[in-house]
């Protein structure tokens, strides 16, 4: 099968790391942290910082540097950082390309968000191992299987969600998953779930939230009327459709489209939303601040 | 002043007129009212057609057309045409382009909406009359007379609502004007004065509705850490923000932009969506269905 | 395989047909066409039009309608329209949606714009029959095959250009072929076959055209340092990356983006744009008028 | 006059200020700038960095801080910088908000670019002085003088042109002017005035360039038939339409758009992306690049 060239993230020989820091804001936090991985070795290749509020706000940064032999050097670094780190409070994390970040991700019916992503995982664009697709229906196993994943069917039952997420969980703690993409998955995850993975599940919403939250979207903006449709990647929280955004995206229609037809023209904003918001998860340029995230593209 | 290239609604010669209907839909209509108008002696420049439902629904048509002396034969062709419309059971009307519909523009403090339906009235984009332009504030008096234009300042004292719009209506129903445009107007309108312009009040609401309606939609945006925002002009009802939508538009904006940020960008996508509904409306492009808009554009 | 709700063009019972014309513009076309449908029984479900210029250009009207058995009745009815296409000096044809268009897709490397044709094929956007996706490499085979379709590897050696497309033109004739997609097709065609499907050859060029026509756009984008990308869908015409344009679209692009991210964006603009330009085709919205196109959308 | 909120440029105490840089890239130079203005006082509000190629490239920095008292100790941080500017072979310049860049707009006969600079201005988006408004025509005087600006004509007679430059860039020098804006100027300039402001001359050209550059270009675009329009703001240089560009948008047009119409619509492009284009340079965004440019926004 034909490979794409490579996303942004790739561009990277095996030396390339990144690093991720929140912290108060204050004065000398970027001289710090660059004057240190200067120290170390590092060459930086990209920088970027916000500040939530000069004076008194959250000050969140990612960098993205070439450091010789950064993959066996890994944890003496971070030994080095943490002095630094601890007299800024400093929530950080620092990460090497590989090994990869591992994706489950939940479909039920409809294939085109599936697809999308696996496509781009295939060509190259979403940087990241696959151990698992889950689906509540078996009609997209074929599909998964073309792309040689493993298909889990597990179906929902009414009055057996538990159950089903048992085997869930299951399922993901076995394949140490790093993060749940929710390809159009029709069902809500229990709170104890999304617990487990905070910050880290990414749904689609068929809707340009906050319009349209809930159940079918497309019928209820046909209702309204709207010039234009749209979609919403974000991260789940216990609190249904109302997690921080990543990623949004939309499309004119008119008052021609019938219901089908938003159906139709919001499938493709959908796919191309959550392959974006993933992407951008995986290369990390995604930071959660309350219920809004900094997005550093 | 120079005057820009005439937008299509101009490109009429003194015969130009426009028919408007809507009819429950039936086999014949298109053959019946073109046959009639060909037989009338007209050349039918543009027509376009909506049905909500082939089999049950409502059929809307709207015909542009050059008929020699229309001006002087439009009540004959009128009631030739009537003992047609009666048999399909239509709501019509037949227009021609001279005399130009009138228009009020009511404003509050800020100028951005107000100014850009000026502009787009002097260069000959916003084909009508406006003999008036009604404030709340004081402000925006030297903007509306540098286009030649009367400005009427009628203070909205808190508790003396109505007392002010006693003072609105006297003056609107003395300039005999047709439509109302609410360009940032910060004032809510009484059912009365709504009910008075049925379909004929236009207000641009500074979100992408049905997101954030209400007050302070960039306030609330930044705090949904929506990813785009946007604007919306729609017809006024009784029901605060939630009439019939004729136009919107969004734009990107990121964790950087704050609320003043928001309001900003904010401004450039109001004042063109308000100016391309208002263009709409006086061109006849806007039929209204239930709480949806038909848009012939 | 799941199937997507259906595209407007399928919302069609047995009886839906379409008629396209176009003639010099005069008055009386309108009434005259559609009194014809509606005394054949038709029932008028969309109708576009538009003139070139009412006083001498051309006229250009498409119809879709609903006739009881018109399967069995086109060629009585066609034979009932053509004194009136004749009186009016009209181009025209009458088509059923049954049976459907037959298109082969000519592919080389890549394989998003193969991948986003069969999808959307499969989904049933794009109402059409493939006998036939060929290709001057083996790469693709497997993808074509995975949707069920035949894969024909025809190599063009250099100097042997003639004799592959010979072949090409007998797989072709043996598919009785209605219309062909270059789907990122690497090969230039040549004269004889361009002419052998006038108005029916589809090209995707990656640029918006006209800037960078030609080799290697994206390279000439980055250097020109253009902050807009883009793709164009074309017919092929015997002037290089010059016919008639279907459909345009575009993505921003920053400094940060360098040759390799403008193809890795461009590639979504590109599957996306010929996807768009193939349904309309297949759905005969897309009239040539000299080297313009009309798109009845 | 109604002032609108601020745009980002003006969230500044008196103490902001920014630095400018481009020098070879190599390691360590994030850590050097950074920790230079922390020793000196700084907090960093803002940072980009941008590096064409880490390892042999060109690396561009703006970074925008707080320095207490910066406006009276700018030439003494100024020189405790150039021993390490010097080492780092860097270009670069230091810049305080006060006293803004002072601005020449030079215009013709339409008003629209003219008029979106000046409300953007007067609404405070714009961080400038006005001393001079330049045209060969007389007809926008008026408008230049409603807000209170110096309008200088200078007519540019067939043959005369170098009489007339000579008159502009005495009026220029006089008025110490940091940059000119050709608000759609139709005349062109001489290499000795494009020579007198390398990097400080903005145009606005009618059309998504290098797609149509030269005359007409909304002719042209309707001859080709395109399906979406643009408008480029540049750098001029004495290459016709090819300096770099510093910002592009577009909009979709359809069949039915005649040349009027691509003109109409073409306005409202031109006269955002201009304002963009000039607010970025005001506020430092733009670095040039060979013919690119590097905008960090």
Redesign the interface.
């Known amino acids: ?2 490979t ?5 993230a790739q ?1 990277s020989g095996r030396d390339r790391a990144r690093m991720l820091i929140s912290c108060p804001d ?3 936090i ?3 942290v ?2 240190f ?2 120290t170390q ?7 970027d ?3 939530s509020d ?1 004076s008194q706000g959250t000050f969140f940064m990612r960098l993205e540097f ?1 450091l010789p032999a950064i993959r066996t050097r890994k944890e003496e670094i971070a030994r080095a950082f943490e002095p630094l780190a601890r007299s800024l409070a400093m929530t950080w994390r620092f990460e090497t390309l590989r090994p990869r970040k591992r994706v489950a991700i939940f479909a039920s ?4 968000c599936l ?1 999308e992503l696996l ?1 781009r995982w295939r ?1 190259g ?1 979403l940087d990241a191992e696959i151990p698992l697709v889950i689906s509540n229906h078996e ?2 196993s ?2 998964a299987q ?1 792309f040689g994943l493993p298909f889990v069917y597990i179906p929902v039952e009414p009055e057996q969600q538990q159950k089903a997420e048992e085997e869930q969980m299951h399922r993901l703690a076995d394949a140490t998953v790093d993060l749940i993409v929710l390809a159009r998955y029709m069902q809500i995850l229990s709170p104890a779930m999304v617990d487990r993975y905070p910050g880290r599940i990414i749904n689609i919403h068929h809707s ?5 939250a809930g159940a079918k979207p497309y019928e209820q903006a046909y ?6 449709i ?1 979609a919403t990647a974000h991260y789940v929280t216990t609190d249904l459709d109302a997690g ?7 499309q004119r229609v ?3 489209d019938n219901v ?2 938003l ?2 023209i919001g ?2 904003i959908e796919r ?1 939303v959550l392959a974006r918001a993933v992407a951008w998860h995986l290369e990390s340029r995604v930071l959660i ?1 309350g ?5 550093f593209r």
């Open positions: 099968m034909p794409g060239t490579g996303p942004k561009r204050r004065p000398g970027v001289a710090a660059s004057d991985l200067f070795g590092a060459n930086i290749i990209s920088s910082q916000y500040s000069p070439d019916r409809e294939e085109h697809l496509w060509s664009e009609i997209l074929e599909a073309s340009f939230l906050p319009a349209f209702a309204r009327g709207v010039k234009i749209g921080p955004i990543i990623e949004q995206d939309v008119t008052h021609r089908d037809d159906k139709r499938r493709q191309s601040h219920n809004r995230t900094v997005v």
